[in-house]
């Protein structure tokens, strides 16, 4: 079908959005009444969030050691045109551009990623004091631009020798990863007060040690993938320990995980009770474990001889109290009750459900009401982030030089929509990071599917504001919809 371009002008829009933002019947909405109120917290954290190998490039600079995803992205077949990350969005030279962009939007919040090959190049060891001086730098500067820093000390880019000694199949990795991220805490903790662990455990395990389509490329048997997610997680919350003995009091630990986002596959309340028993079956290896300390039952029995080997203290490591939870949430996993022995059966999406760009990116908005809602409830969580949320479009550039992304406006207007009614009815949300501030590395879909709010025209590193990020920057100053 070819892409059709909107004729309107972003001066008309931008007429049209500050005439709904001065509506008095927005801002005069009696709080608290969901039916009328589209509002969000004055003190609502608004941010965006990337992460290192998707923008940093930089990859042969300053002491950087070589990642798993420098040597799949390098190996042919493995990702889109055979992208890799080398350039990226030069974000390591250019960040001072890129927080310009942030301030312009009016963001509270960034949440980025620390390359852990940066600061100890071949994951354990000497570090390089050349990484620890960067990330210093990047953090003064968005703390002078008012702009308060998320950092994630892990997405995905493990360096390439710990792999080399197995990677999360060896028990060492969930050690060093400890070392390493109490060695930052301890080295930028005064510019740093906000750390996640880890970005989304399942993806690097399950894409990276199971199917193989992202790297490490390895395709494990079930019990090996078991017990590399359960150094994973051991890994985490080793880390929440070592930061905790490293940093000072006031600093907040949480971990960003893209749980399957369960979702009722409509509002009847045996669907709501079948949604609760698979949020926590249907992330028992991840989130769940993280929450509680405790595989289930049913997972261990699933695996049966394929079960993870684990320790009690290593179990109440991984069950470590965290300050804050990030999910990650993108496509809706529906629900719906069943007479089974579980009490709930999860519903696949026929072939004509609609998605994004990217085939797997099922549109669902009302993820972004039940999934916080659920995770809440269930785990007793007080304080929570959506840590990524956003979508790929097929964006093209204008006659006029702009981007005319409709399609994301429309996903991330519904979404957030979703996000209002769970916070004005109490879920304890307190912010909301978008994927993404920019057009960046998507992993094995290259430079092919675009996620960023900012065009960035990957020849001559151009940044250009999307017609979402008008509507982002709109909803954060007028703090409605
Ligand atoms: O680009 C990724 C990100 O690295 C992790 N979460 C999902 C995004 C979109 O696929």
Redesign the pocket.
């Known amino acids: 079908m070819p892409h059709r371009i909107s004729r309107r002008t972003f001066a008309t829009l931008a007429a049209a959005t500050a005439a709904a933002a001065g509506t008095p019947s927005v801002h005069a909405a009696a709080p608290g009444n969901p039916a009328t109120d589209r509002t969000f917290p004055k003190d609502f954290l608004w941010g965006s969030a990337t ?1 290192s190998y ?1 923008v940093e490039g930089a990859v042969n600079e300053d002491g950087r050691g070589t990642t798993v995803w420098d040597t799949f992205a390098h190996t042919a077949g493995k990702t889109h045109n055979g992208d890799t990350g080398d350039v990226a969005t030069d974000s390591y030279h250019r960040y001072p551009e890129d927080i310009a962009i942030m301030k312009d939007l009016g963001l509270k919040t960034c949440r980025f990623s620390i390359a852990w090959s940066r600061i100890f190049p071949t994951g354990t060891g000497q570090p390089n004091q050349k990484g620890i001086d960067h990330y210093r730098k990047f953090a003064e500067a968005l703390l002078a631009a008012g702009i308060q820093p998320y950092c994630t000390l892990y ?1 995905w880019d493990l360096p390439q020798l710990l792999e080399d000694k197995g990677g999360w199949q060896n028990r060492d990795t969930a050690v060093a990863f400890a070392d390493y991220a109490g060695y930052v805490a301890s080295k930028l903790g005064d510019v740093l007060h906000n750390y996640m662990t880890m ?2 455990i399942s ?1 690097f395990i399950e894409l990276g040690y199971g199917n193989g389509l992202h790297a490490p490329g390895l395709q494990l048997s079930r019990g090996k993938l078991a017990q590399a997610r359960h150094h994973a997680v051991l890994g985490h919350g080793l880390a929440v320990q070592a930061i905790r003995a490293h940093s000072k009091p006031g600093t907040k630990v949480g971990s960003a995980e ?1 749980l399957s986002a369960i979702t009722p596959v409509y509002n009847a309340p045996e669907h709501v009770a079948a949604a609760r028993k698979a949020i926590q079956e249907e992330n028992a290896g991840y989130l769940n474990v993280m929450r509680t300390g405790k595989y289930t039952d049913r997972y261990l029995a699933q695996l049966g001889a394929d079960a993870p080997k684990f320790t009690s203290e290593e179990m109440r490591a991984i069950g470590s109290p965290l300050d804050f939870q990030g999910i ?1 949430i ?1 496509q809706p996993a529906f629900v719906r009750a069943s007479n089974n022995a579980d009490g709930y059966e999860m519903v696949a999406n026929p072939a004509s459900y609609p998605h994004m760009f ?1 085939p797997w990116l099922f549109i669902g908005p009302e993820t972004l009401y039940w999934t916080p809602k659920l995770a809440c409830e269930v785990w007793g969580i007080k304080e929570m982030y959506i840590t ?1 949320n956003g979508c790929s479009s097929d964006d093209k550039v204008a006659a006029d030089g702009q981007i005319y992304d409709s399609d994301r406006v429309m996903y991330l207007k519904n979404y957030l929509t979703s996000l209002q009614r769970a916070v004005s009815e109490g879920v304890p949300v307190k912010g909301y990071f978008c ?2 501030l920019l057009d960046n590395y ?2 094995a879909d290259g430079y092919e599917k675009r ?1 960023g709010i900012t065009y960035v025209d990957f020849a001559t590193q151009k940044r250009t504001p999307k017609l979402s990020s008008h509507f982002y920057k709109n909803l954060i100053s007028t703090g409605a919809l």
């Open positions: 992460a998707q997405h970005n989304e993806t893209n990650n993108y990217s990524e994927w993404s998507e992993w996620f």
